[in-house]
């Protein structure tokens, strides 16, 4: 059975290009790379990596950081000629549209609805997480009804309050304007930075190379899942592209910015990896505060503290960026017609997205104040990977049906990093348990619906037919 014709319409490439831009271009270079640093850095260092050490990898969690930032070091060259071709916002679903048609367009903005959705809701409870343990030492206490969820524990908790209060106060940011949103960021991972600086050195002195003894304790299989896992923490550099349209000179900074902040942030997170399974048993590190875990283990309590500030700084540059990039994706999808209108709506005055940045922070805010954070971030990894996935087959695309096209960025040895960069998230995708397919088949199948009762009736690709 074939799909009707108009499902596998493209949207051209120079109407993508030519079309009216009615958000503010603000951004540099700089910004955007510290756009990515922000998303990049903060639940992978501060939270997953213990985790998937101790449950996945052992101290080859830092083989699982290698794997994951190759496959993502493909997909990043693919991200940056896209970018440097198709200058809009919308992430991979903007060159989706350009490439594979509207109905893969429509599944991988459905995905990354899912994806960033789930991701904020997640690093802002452990955002509050950190923020509590920072409190603690303080007397500063709030009882268990306003700190865990409900569905988390139903005897004890009713709402992670901290979390939600984050979310809503980084989308009162985001609505104000773009232009506050990267200053506030720019400071946050100046912060974050010097924190993870500071723990490399401080606890390179304090290395036990006998927690290296039984390096790869789940061998192969637990290194893939463990960056299968990890893979949630390489969301950031995809976030740097849906925000194509507030940059100054998109075709170069974009690319910049995407692949100067994956190199800056793997490098960090294999290094970060090694001193941690270094100064503590891999064993001892399934919490949610791994850093600071192994901080006290070292004695240098005068530092955890510092550490915890660290952290919430890191989170909470994530969430800005998350939140921003989902907002960006639904404006672009309402564009198109496969969303209602009024999530394209732009404020008069601040020149943002505004109503589609306050429904994704409250819808975002809820999740993190009722849901459990294991089942917020399950779905992360295989979301991002998927992306991932077209945007590599996209480039392959372009290059025959467009190869005309002026590329001020080009993959290298095109088609073999493309293909390279499908067959490694592939691959990780494989080694995530099947339980996480499921779900992320139920979430593209509420899509489907969707798609078939309003996006395809309302399509401005077809209605302009």
Request: aromatic share 10%; net charge neutral; glycine share 8%.
């Amino acid at each position: 059975m074939q799909l009707p014709k108009q499902l596998l319409q493209r949207k051209p490439v120079d109407a993508l290009t030519a079309a009216e831009n009615s958000l503010k271009r603000t951004l540099t270079a700089k910004d955007l790379t510290l756009l990515g640093v922000g998303a990049i850095i903060g639940a992978g260092i501060f939270v997953l990596t213990g985790i998937a050490a101790a449950k996945y990898a052992g101290p080859a969690i830092v083989m699982s950081f290698v794997l994951a930032g190759i496959a993502c070091a493909l997909a990043a060259l693919c991200y940056s000629e896209m970018a440097s071709m198709i200058p809009v916002s919308g992430s991979a679903y903007s060159y989706a549209y350009a490439t594979l048609g509207e109905l893969m367009a429509w599944i991988i903005g459905w995905d990354l609805v899912l994806e960033y959705a789930l991701a904020s809701s997640t690093v802002a409870i452990g955002w509050a997480g950190y923020l509590l343990s920072f409190l603690q030492p303080l007397g500063l206490n709030l009882p268990p009804s306003l700190t865990t969820a409900y569905l988390a524990d139903p005897a004890a908790g009713f709402i992670n309050l901290p979390a939600v209060l984050i979310v809503l106060m980084l989308t009162a940011l985001l609505v104000v304007g773009i232009r506050q949103s990267a200053v506030f960021n720019f400071f946050m991972v100046v912060i974050k930075l010097a924190v993870i600086v500071a723990f490399i050195l401080a606890g390179m002195g304090h290395v036990d190379s006998t927690n290296w003894a039984d390096f790869a304790p789940f061998g192969f299989g637990g290194i893939l899942t463990g960056a299968g896992v990890i893979f949630f923490a390489y969301i950031g550099f995809d976030a740097v592209s849906t925000t194509a349209q507030e940059a100054i000179n998109p075709q170069k900074d974009v690319p910049f910015g995407i692949i100067a902040s994956l190199a800056i942030c793997t490098v960090l997170y294999i290094l970060v990896a090694g001193v941690l399974t270094g100064v503590i048993a891999y064993d001892q590190l399934n919490v949610a505060a791994p850093i600071a875990l192994a901080v006290d283990h070292m004695g240098m309590i005068w530092l955890s503290p510092i550490i915890k500030i660290g952290a919430i700084a890191g989170l909470t540059s994530v969430m800005l960026v998350l939140l921003m990039g989902q907002s960006r994706i639904f404006f672009t999808m309402a564009k198109d017609g496969l969303l209602p209108p009024l999530f394209a709506q732009v404020h008069d005055d601040f020149k943002t997205p505004h109503r589609s940045t306050l429904m994704v922070g409250v819808a975002v805010a809820l999740l993190a104040g009722f849901m459990p954070i294991e089942k917020l971030g399950e779905l992360v990894s295989i979301g991002t990977l998927f992306a991932f996935v077209l945007v590599c087959a996209g480039v392959l695309v372009l290059r025959s049906s467009h190869p005309e096209m002026e590329r001020q960025f080009r993959c290298p040895a095109v088609p073999w990093v493309p293909l390279a960069g499908i067959v490694v998230c592939l691959v990780l995708m494989a080694g995530l348990p099947l339980d996480t397919w499921m779900r992320l088949l139920a979430w593209l199948a509420i899509g489907f619906v969707i798609y078939f009762r309003y996006g395809i009736r309302h399509s401005r690709l077809q209605t302009s037919d």
